[in-house]
Nanobody, 124 residues
């Protein structure tokens, strides 16, 4: 699976952005898809994830109520809609893919495939 993230940019606090991740390869719908981010000087952190069918999602508390994840299995796409952006959301955002493991939650899924990252900068 190859992943290509896009949609990052500069936005003012309170604004919105939608990130996209295009996946190539077969069996896209088998994969759990997720977005991670890494801010300068910080470790990479889980943001949101979605099951293969799209029926289940998981999110970090920091983005609850502001971000939404969705996927289009027909077109091998996953999206991250980010609203009410805050300066603390500034980071490089990565999409990732992993196969589900029994009893593993979405955040704890091993993500073996990663996109190149797209920079989101939120100005105050």
């Amino acid at each position: 699976v190859q992943l290509q993230a896009s949609g990052g940019g500069l936005v003012q606090a309170g604004g919105s952005l939608r990130l996209s991740c295009a996946a190539s390869g077969r069996s896209f719908s088998l994969f759990i898809m997720a977005w991670f981010r890494q801010a300068p000087g910080k470790e990479r952190e889980f943001v949101m994830g979605i099951s293969g069918s799209g029926s289940s999602t998981a999110y970090a508390d920091s983005v609850k109520g502001r971000f939404t994840i969705s996927r289009d299995n027909a077109n091998n796409m996953v999206y991250l809609q980010m609203n009410s952006l805050e300066p603390d959301d500034t980071a490089v955002y990565y999409c990732a893919a992993g196969l589900p493991i029994y009893l593993r939650t979405i955040p704890r899924t091993p993500y073996d495939y990663w996109g190149q990252g797209t920079l989101v900068t939120v100005s105050s």
